[in-house]
């Protein structure tokens, strides 16, 4: 009978209640800290999501621009959240420095980063284009403009969320912060704000000219010297993170283009149902969000040897999972009604009504949050496994995947529930 009563994340229903009410007390540092930094993601991702609809008309004109959105998106997201990770891990195991030193851990771990952003940004680009070519989407951009596109937006987003990150490691070390607990939601926020004005910037370029081509051509000549230098360097963090990212970022790449031909196959719902296109980008970014820091804490704890990687996740993975789903709780009620607010501010007939997309949103998290808890942790742990860095690794798979089967379960909900 007790084991009936158990819930998902391993407590009975009476404690997982104390638990959520815990989030506010005495005990609920950590979770004070997501919370506030979670939050600041949903508001943000409003914002975000409403620039997504507002922008329908260049993503119409330079298809299949809109693939390239949700992946860029997930790029900055995955590129930084390891970083953060990595940075967190160094914290933890009393080996970071606040130094920009080319051979400090810190000034490895930048180099690293924004490399893999200029050479997945091309390889970002590459896909779009097969991915649109092979299924039929109608085209009007080539793959040099799509690439200058992709490349100068990343990089653009990339200073700034790479300072912030920067900035919210030297805050962890100064003030004690659990850097596993702000990190993954607080690039995830910039990645949203971010990208989407950086990638909307670099595609006013397009249609003037040759420009855009020959702007392109040479980001990619650049790219590529870049990516055989840090493949090749005596630096040998820089070394391994490029060489250890490269799969798991191809893959999350994949995934997360998957989510942007979803959204560009049905590119009719921003322009039917608004109020789902800026409720999206703070889904998605909340889910993954949640899973990077179930990530963090796993890989963490991995480290410094408080978790075993086994089969079935022990005690101390239960209560962090219990902890992701307390924080969905608020966040789901709060993004459900940002959206809402959101979309009535900006069209008063945008939106379907708040009950329908609490609803919507209940129901798409459900089957996010499941597939969210058992993919952290079963990709961090088989990271550990086969000796590659678990903070490199578990992020981006869970993040990446968050995008695809988070938009679809929004898609699905509203269909569901007779909205589309």
Known sequence: MARARRTAGGLRPDRQLRRLIELLGPTGDAARQSLVALGFNSATSFAAGAMLVGFEGTWRRLAPMLILVPA???????????????????IHTGTFRVSFKPDSVLGQNLIASFSLTAAMSVVLAAFA???????????????????????????????????????LTMGAVRYEWDLDYLVAPSVSTLGDVITIPALWLAAQIVGHGDAASIL??????GTIGATVWTWQTNLDLVREIFRESIPVLTAALVLSALAGLVLQKQQDILHVLPALGVLQPAFVSSAGALGGILCGRIATNLHIGSVEPTLVPGAETRRDFSLVLGLAVPLLLFNSFGAWLTATITDSHASPGFGWLL???????VATLVFVGALAYFSTIGAWRFNVDPDTYGTPIVTASVDFVGTMALVVAAVALGLL
């Open 72 to 90: 860029a998106i997930g790029l900055r997201g995955n590129v930084y959240s390891t970083l953060g990770n990595r940075l967190s891990t160094s």
């Open 129 to 167: 284009k097969v991915l649109a070519t092979g299924l039929g989407v109608e085209q009007e951009v080539t793959f040099l403009e799509l690439t200058m596109v992709s490349v100068l937006g990343g990089l653009v987003g990339s200073v700034v969320v790479a300072a912030a990150t920067v900035l």
């Open 216 to 221: 392109g051509g040479l980001l990619v000549i």
């Open 359 to 365: 609803s919507t949103s209940a129901l798409a998290s």
